[in-house]
């Protein structure tokens, strides 16, 4: 079983940066694609971004595109979410959660129990 912790989010202003961090537990979790996800109060939650185990192959929403880069360093069971230019729009608590390939994040699936998420408030 793998569980995830998120961490890194925080109140930013308008065009203001964050890096979220998504920290995973056991041994297959770098085996796994990656995804990030947010939900803002009143919505459904919605699939963001993202990234493959081996290669790194990426995935994004248009909202995010351009501004947003998922990475990972499997060494570290990490993976991480840098958020540029953020818009008030981008508020939400994101979660990271993880499946067998990023098409089926990008579906919405997720294999694993969802975690506490992480607050970003963008401020106008």
């Known amino acids: 079983q793998v569980q995830l912790v998120e961490s890194g989010g925080g109140l930013v202003q308008t065009g203001g940066s964050l890096r979220l961090s998504c920290a995973g537990s056991?041994?297959?979790?770098?085996?796994?694609?990656v995804g990030w996800f947010r939900q803002a109060p009143g919505t459904e939650r919605e699939f963001v971004a993202a990234?493959?185990?081996?290669?790194?192959?990426?995935t994004y929403i248009d909202a995010v595109k351009g501004r947003f880069t998922i990475s990972r360093d499997n060494a570290k069971n990490m993976v991480y979410l840098q958020m540029n230019s953020l818009k008030p729009e981008d508020t939400a608590v994101y979660y990271c959660n993880a499946e067998a390939t990023t098409q089926l994040l990008r579906q919405g699936s997720a294999s694993f129990r969802w975690g506490q998420g992480t607050q970003v408030t963008v401020s106008s």
């Open positions: 056991g041994r297959t979790f770098s085996s796994y694609a």
């Open positions: 990234i493959s185990w081996s290669p790194s192959i990426t």
